[in-house]
């Protein structure tokens, strides 16, 4: 059984940092590329980062670049995503997704596997 578990959401103040995790289990990680994704109350699920199999290249949304830090442990089966700098615009669930392919972009249809999501939320 596939499983994408992300966790450390939570509620913080503009200008705090998140880490988020995702961990993978019943599926290949090492060799397959991930990303996160987020879809705030209203909106469609919008792309933030992505990362190749071997941890590069990575890729960012403009909305997050310089801010967020998409990284991963193969070792550990684990994703995660560095949130500083936050704004109350980044508010919204987060998933990780999950490729099969060893280089995926800010496509949906380039993941094949996701999870349920973790809420962050941005307000002073």
């Known amino acids: 059984q596939v499983q994408l578990v992300e966790s450390g959401g939570g509620v913080v103040q503009p200008g705090d940092s998140l880490r988020l995790s995702c961990t993978v289990s019943?599926?290949?990680?090492?060799?397959?590329?991930m990303g996160w994704f987020r879809q705030a109350p209203g909106k469609e699920r919008e792309f933030v980062a992505s990362?190749?199999?071997?941890?590069?290249?990575?890729y960012y949304a403009s909305s997050v670049k310089g801010r967020f830090t998409i990284s991963r442990d193969n070792a550990k089966n684990t994703l995660y995503l560095e949130m500083n700098s936050l704004k109350p615009e980044d508010t919204a669930v987060y998933s990780c997704?999950?490729?099969?392919?060893?280089?995926?972009?800010?496509?949906?249809?380039?993941?094949?596997?996701w999870g349920q999501g973790t809420q962050v939320t941005v307000s002073s």
């Open positions: 997704a999950a490729s099969n392919r060893p280089l995926s972009h800010d496509q949906l249809y380039e993941y094949d596997d």
């Open positions: 019943g599926r290949t990680f090492s060799n397959n590329a």
């Open positions: 990362i190749a199999w071997s941890s590069f290249p990575t």
